[in-house]
């Protein structure tokens, strides 16, 4: 391709962000990460309720706007699933049309993950489901390590997983969840769904799978010292269901 068309097609994805973002990280790999809120567009406003605290005091909304990002993001990663032909009959005639060759496995982490999940479920509605129970275990100083309880999968052999998760922030739970679901076979593909993340824990997950593809609402900048993302939302599961005893 001559540097003219070089020219012309930069200009093109300039102004037509259709293809997904490559986005280049440090010094280790070049991951595709998708920053779904990056042109405006209606996730724009359901991540602003989700940030916003009049709206977050309406859990129905926030969890509707969780299933939404994940119902979005089921859409995007539809399009890079393998297809087989098939035959159909219509009231009128037969026609050969695509259809998804093998049905994802569907995982998150118990329980804030549960609102994500559910909008990829209701998207890619024959895909079957794992579920993963690992959470922060706080200090009294509300410094944590990562606690893992419980995990439920199918085998995950040669098939797509995607793994939701509302709250990308240090990358380290989810990490743990992940080592434990390739405990039950290799995925032909991997797709990480987060409404927020940090910079630095779409970093660390890239650099852990660089061939996995990272799907999120949005990227903040900042985490506090104590692995919170900022400006962020807040405690996905919190919103979604209460507060909790547990520290």
């Known amino acids: 391709m001559s540097h003219k ?3 012309h097609f930069s200009q093109f994805r300039k102004f037509f962000r259709i293809l997904p973002l490559e986005i280049h990280f440090t010094d280790f790999t070049t991951t595709m990460v998708q920053i779904l809120s990056e042109n405006f567009s209606i996730v724009n406003s359901w991540i ?3 940030r916003n605290i009049e709206t977050q005091k309406n859990r129905a909304i926030f969890r509707r706007n969780m299933e939404r990002i994940g119902e979005i993001a089921a859409f995007e990663i539809s399009k890079y699933l393998e297809t087989v032909d098939v035959e159909i009959t219509t009231p009128l005639d ?3 049309v695509k259809e998804i060759a093998v049905q994802p496995v569907i995982t998150t982490i118990l329980r804030a993950g549960v609102p994500l999940f559910q909008g990829i479920l209701n998207y890619l509605d024959k895909a079957d489901c794992g579920f993963v129970a690992a959470y922060r275990k706080h200090d009294d100083n509300d410094y944590f390590s990562i606690k893992q ?3 439920t999968c199918p085998n995950i052999t040669e098939r797509p997983l995607i793994v939701a998760d509302p709250m990308l922030a240090t990358g380290a739970s989810l990490i743990e969840a992940i ?3 390739l405990n039950h076979g290799t995925p032909s593909q991997m797709h990480i769904v987060a409404a927020i993340a940090s910079k630095q824990g779409v970093e660390t997950i890239a650099k852990e799978y660089p061939n ?3 799907w999120v609402g949005a990227i903040d900048e900042q985490l506090t010292s104590k692995g ?3 400006p962020g939302l807040g405690d ?3 919103l979604s269901y209460g507060e909790k005893l547990q520290r």
Do not use: R, S
């Open 5 to 7: 068309n070089d020219h």
């Open 48 to 50: 602003n309720e989700l």
């Open 94 to 96: 037969k026609i050969w």
């Open 149 to 151: 309880d419980y995990l």
């Open 179 to 181: 080592k434990d679901l």
């Open 212 to 214: 996995a593809k990272i």
């Open 228 to 230: 919170y993302i900022t």
């Open 236 to 238: 996905a599961g919190d």
